[in-house]
């Protein structure tokens, strides 16, 4: 069976395409490599012995996709990560987010809607719940204002899904509502590889951790919680992968039960800025140098999953630790640095 997996050179693709070749599927990447660089291709391919085939376009061109549609009739399945994913960015620039995370998913459901049967996973986020009133988080907690444009794609994108498939009863979709994906393959052939400074917290922790950063900001310790930082749920990328092919052969074999469904992928453990500090230390033997700043805006309080409904319908759930997780980014960043 062949897959196609958009932005699948990039941070989670990547992993995903490594799980989708282990479990013996044929897999096309659709990437402009705005975001990521071809040679993670060698990577993929040094992990699994197999080159998967690549074409680079960008999903904004209607005219590319329609022809990439009309060459591969043979698409099995469709997992859509290509998009843009940084919040701060979208605040500044918009329309950049609605135009690429929106409309590329519009042209992708128009050419699945008239394929006839068609699975379709798409790469949406915990962003969507915004402060969530209770935790753990489930998957019925209501989705609130989007604190950034990248949220409110999200959402919005969500939202497209689900009316497609109310009217277009062969097409099959998953929405996973990804927590904090962190680390890398446990080879070390693959990993996070933010342009520029980090954003997120692990790469700028294994970046300080090695002498790239002179030191990390923590963004606020006087929150509500037990040691006053923020609390996620810091997800392996290789379990994190792992629940699409889960999701991707749940709709391939029908086993869902309605044609659009949503799942929460994280750990079901909250873990504060200072335990992931703390977990860096441990796995690295490194003292890593950080200072208390002010909050960053549009961070929320705390968010981590209740995977109760992936667990018992996917039949997955994330095996790796945190500290699992920490010593693969660490592993990463030192071999990338070296
Ligand atoms: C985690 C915690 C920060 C950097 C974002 C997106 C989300 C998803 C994952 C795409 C927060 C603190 C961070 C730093 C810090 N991306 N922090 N110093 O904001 O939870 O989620 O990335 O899907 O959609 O919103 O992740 O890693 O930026 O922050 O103290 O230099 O670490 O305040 O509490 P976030 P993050």
């Not at 409309?103 to 008239?114: E, K």
């Not at 929150?223 to 889960?246: F, N, Q, S, W």
Request: proline share 4%; hydrophobic share 35%.
């Amino acid at each position: 069976m062949k897959i196609l997996v958009t932005g699948g050179l990039g941070f989670i693709g990547s992993h995903t395409v490594v799980e989708l070749q282990n479990e013996g599927f044929d897999v096309v990447i659709i990437d402009n490599c705005s975001n990521a660089s071809e040679d993670v291709l060698d990577g993929i391919t040094a992990i699994t012995g197999e080159k998967p085939e690549f074409e680079k376009f960008d999903l904004r061109d209607k005219t590319k996709v329609l022809d990439f549609f009309s060459r591969h009739k043979d698409i099995d399945g469709v997992i859509h990560f290509a998009a843009s994913k940084a919040v701060g960015e979208s605040v500044e620039k918009p329309l950049l987010y609605y135009e690429n995370n929106l409309s590329t998913l519009v042209y992708l459901l128009q050419q699945l809607s008239q394929k006839g049967k068609s699975h379709f996973i798409f790469s949406s986020s915990c962003t969507v719940y915004g402060q969530a009133d209770e935790m753990p988080i489930t998957e019925n907690a209501p989705v609130k204002p989007a604190e950034s444009p990248y949220g409110n794609t999200k959402q919005i994108g969500e939202e497209i899904i689900r009316d497609s498939c109310k009217v277009t009863p062969e097409l099959q979709a998953i929405s996973l509502r990804y927590f904090n994906p962190m680390g890398a393959h446990p080879s070390a052939k693959i990993g996070e590889l933010p342009l520029g400074v980090p954003q997120n917290l692990v790469p700028f922790i294994t970046q300080t951790g090695i002498g790239l950063r002179e030191q990390l900001s923590v963004f606020g310790d006087d929150y509500p919680t037990e040691d006053g930082t923020c609390i996620r749920d810091y997800i392996h990328v290789v379990d994190l992968a792992k629940a699409h092919v889960v999701a991707l052969k749940r709709l391939l074999e029908s086993k869902n039960e309605k044609n659009y469904e949503v799942f929460n992928v994280g750990t079901g453990t909250g873990s504060s800025v200072l335990e992931v500090i703390k977990s860096f230390e441990r796995v690295s033997g490194v003292k890593l140098n950080y200072k208390i700043v002010d909050r960053r805006p549009g961070d929320v309080i705390s968010a981590y999953a209740d995977t109760s409904r992936a667990n018992r319908t996917l039949g997955w759930k994330a095996e790796s630790t945190l500290d699992d997780a920490m010593r693969s980014a660490w592993l990463w960043e030192k071999k990338i640095r070296a």
